[in-house]
């Protein structure tokens, strides 16, 4: 009988965990479109060809960049199963970010990211206060939106 009861709980626990890996998976996709939108909208439009080509890169999926010296997109590796991106394809976006000795900077991803994560992180505080201070319940609550 105690043997049994062993392997129901191993086969509960894995059961858990792969409900876990999976919310986790979506709430990651979730936050990454939304940080995709707000960059987006915090991106100066000239022609627009820059806030086009901010695009989120979802867990599991290749990661590519812009090679300033070949002039060509690159595959940088595959996210892995728990990692999101959101990526601005081009070859200027850094310089419209950060700035250059001739141009101020004009932040559209790290506002985007500020933001996102004050918004998930007032969400998450909200949801402990509430189920009195039960994690599990509050990550429930919030869920992936």
Request: charged fraction near 20%; hydrophobic fraction near 40%.
């Amino acid at each position: 009988m105690q043997l049994m009861g062993v392997k129901a709980l191993g086969v509960s626990v894995k059961k858990r965990a792969v409900q876990a890996k999976a919310q986790t998976r979506g709430a990651i996709a979730e936050e990454v479109l939304t940080i995709q939108r707000l960059a987006k909208s915090h991106a100066k439009v000239d022609t627009g060809a820059m806030q086009g080509s901010i695009q989120a890169v979802m867990p599991g999926q290749p990661l590519i960049f812009f090679n300033d010296k070949t002039k060509a997109r690159q595959t940088a590796g595959k996210l892995g199963e728990l990692e999101g991106a959101v990526t601005a394809g081009m070859p200027y976006s850094a310089a419209v970010e950060f700035g250059t000795s001739h141009s101020r900077a004009q932040p559209f991803m790290r506002p985007a990211i500020a933001g996102e994560r004050n918004s998930y992180r007032d969400r998450v505080r909200k949801a402990m206060n509430k189920t009195g201070g039960d994690l599990q319940a509050a990550l429930a609550m919030v869920g992936p939106r």
